[in-house]
């Protein structure tokens, strides 16, 4: 018998499966964009049927009609040996027209059916976390020591490590560019609500989820519409384009990588088509960050690098997209680079050489957002 995770993890796979093979023809499957002759059935028919009785001509002005008059002939000779073959080839291909009419049919009825039952299982997904609750009780998580859950307090820790709210929003507003034009956007993970307030503010509907209590109670103490639910259970809940943007900051490196891929398979899912989807982590590109703040949360399970996490928005049906990295390490805490005073000494241009590699390596950039877009059937 499956348990309920191998369910979970067999449907997961089946989702991503489905979503390259319409995106890149996975196994020889491509789904084709339905037209009026997407696979250009009709426009063979008209090459399908052998012509016998091509026109003859020349352009010769003295043997012209000699040579017209002996094309004639040859070719009237020459029928009765290839007309039963063209007959038979013509035959021939009228029914692998007719064979490819019938399977483009059913593989429109299949990807019909593909659509469907995917819809289905939204409302099965949305259904059961409604069942569930989909949020964590009041007081915490059960079977938690209160020790633990004032250790894990997360509001607490922020203010320590990260900064206080006014420290944070600054860092957030560039991101606010890629939501111009949305009417509705989710923060995932939204903490205090920094981001959501910096939304509403810019004239853009917006709420947050997150599992921590004591982040949602000062969210909810500034008057931000943060909810105390877990992501992918509120994600589950949601109607597939209920949703234009989504947004997560410091949120990936505490998930697993089934909760992560899960996650953004989702976000992709709920998204309304040509949707905007926004995913800010700590970039370990920059050894400086392992020195500094990564390890001090104990609730960071690995870094993620850049390019794995470009690679697994593609592969849950993302397009254009982009790594943007930002917060470079400040200049006091890199290394300095060698004197101008200095040029000219033996090995100078060696040692400012490896300064600047080191400082590139250690000291570069803190963190980096993945931005990516759910395309939209005007921009197939």
């Known amino acids: ?15 991503v499966a489905q979503t390259r093979a319409r995106r890149e023809g996975d196994g020889g499957v491509v789904f084709v964009e339905e037209t009026a002759d997407p696979f250009g059935i009709e426009a063979a028919r008209g090459n ?22 002996a094309k004639r002939v ?10 039963p073959a063209a007959t038979q080839q013509t035959v021939l291909n009228r029914q692998m027209l007719d064979v490819d009419e019938r399977l483009a049919r059913a593989l429109r009825r299949t990807n019909d059916r593909v659509d469907s039952l995917l819809l289905q299982l939204d409302d099965l997904e949305r259904m059961a976390a409604q069942g569930s609750g ?5 007081g915490g998580t059960p079977g938690v020591e209160p020790t633990v859950r004032r250790l894990l307090s997360y509001s607490a820790f922020e203010d320590r490590h990260r900064g206080s709210q006014e420290v944070v929003r600054p860092l957030l507003e560039p991101y606010l560019q890629y939501f111009r034009g949305c009417t509705r956007v989710l923060d995932l993970g939204a903490g205090r609500g920094e981001f959501v307030d910096l939304l509403a503010e810019g004239g853009i509907s917006a709420y947050g989820v997150d599992s921590d209590e004591s982040q949602v109670a000062v969210a909810r103490e500034a008057g931000r519409d943060v ?10 809940g949601l109607r597939a384009g209920e949703v234009d943007g989504v947004f997560s900051s410091q949120v990936a490196e505490h998930l697993s990588v089934d909760e992560l891929v ?25 050894l400086f960050i392992f020195a500094t703040f990564f390890y001090v949360d104990l609730t960071h399970i690995k870094p993620i690098h850049p390019e794995a996490l470009r690679w697994a928005f593609e592969v849950c049906g993302f397009e254009d997209v982009q790594v943007v990295r930002s917060q470079p390490v400040p200049d006091s805490a890199r290394l300095v680079r060698i004197p101008d005073a200095l040029a000219g000494s033996p090995g100078w241009d060696v040692l400012a050489r490896n300064i600047d590699q080191l400082n590139d390596l250690i000291y570069g950039y803190q963190h980096y957002a993945v931005v990516a877009r759910k395309s939209s059937p005007e921009a197939s």
Not at 134 to 138: R, V
């Open 1 to 15: 018998m499956l348990r309920n995770s191998d369910v979970s993890t067999m449907l997961q796979k089946v989702r």
């Open 48 to 69: 399908a049927e052998m012509v016998f009785d091509r026109p003859s001509g020349s352009s010769r002005p003295i043997v012209g009609p000699v040579i017209v008059f």
């Open 74 to 83: 040859a070719r009237r000779l020459a029928r009765w040996y290839t007309k």
């Open 134 to 138: 989909g949020s964590p009780q009041a």
């Open 227 to 236: 909810r105390l639910e877990d992501g992918v259970a509120h994600l589950r």
């Open 262 to 286: 899960t996650s953004i398979e989702l976000v992709h899912r709920k998204l309304a088509p040509g949707g905007v989807f926004v995913m800010e982590t700590p970039n370990p590109e920059a």
